[in-house]
Nanobody, 120 residues
Framework: QVQLVESGGGMVQPGGSLRLSCVISRFNIGSYDMSWVRQAPGKGPEDIST???????WHDDSVKGRFTMSRDNAKNTLYLEMNRLKPEDTALYYCVPGYGQVARNQVGSWGQGTQVTVSS
């Protein structure tokens, strides 16, 4: 059974940092574009970062310059380095295969997500 397990979330003050991880089993991420998608309470899913198998990454303007997505194909693991966190970054964060609408549609279909709360 394919599993995607997100971890690393927590509560931090504005300006703080977190590093999210996503360990995938029975699924070779080296063959897929992978994304981080977040969902805040009362809002729809928002894809914020994508790591493409061609080697480049995309970050939404809302996180560009603050978040960095990376992958370790040998460890079948994704990472999201989050710096200068803002209260509006508060959400449940998921890693999913694909990008764009395909990624947004998969929120809740794989892992349980990891909660990030930014508050003073």
């Amino acid at each position: 059974q394919v599993q995607l397990v997100e971890s690393g979330g927590g509560m931090v003050q504005p300006g703080g940092s977190l590093r999210l991880s996503c360990v995938i089993s029975r699924f070779n991420i080296g063959s897929y574009d992978m994304s981080w998608v977040r969902q805040a309470p009362g809002k729809g899913p928002e894809d914020i970062s994508t790591s493409y198998i061609r080697g480049d990454t995309w970050h939404d303007d809302s996180v560009k310059g603050r978040f960095t997505m990376s992958r370790d194909n040998a460890k079948n693991t994704l990472y999201l380095e989050m710096n200068r966190l803002k209260p509006e970054d508060t959400a449940l964060y998921y890693c999913v295969p694909g990008y764009g609408q395909v990624a947004r549609n998969q929120v809740g279909s794989w892992g349980q997500g990891t909660q990030v709360t930014v508050s003073s």
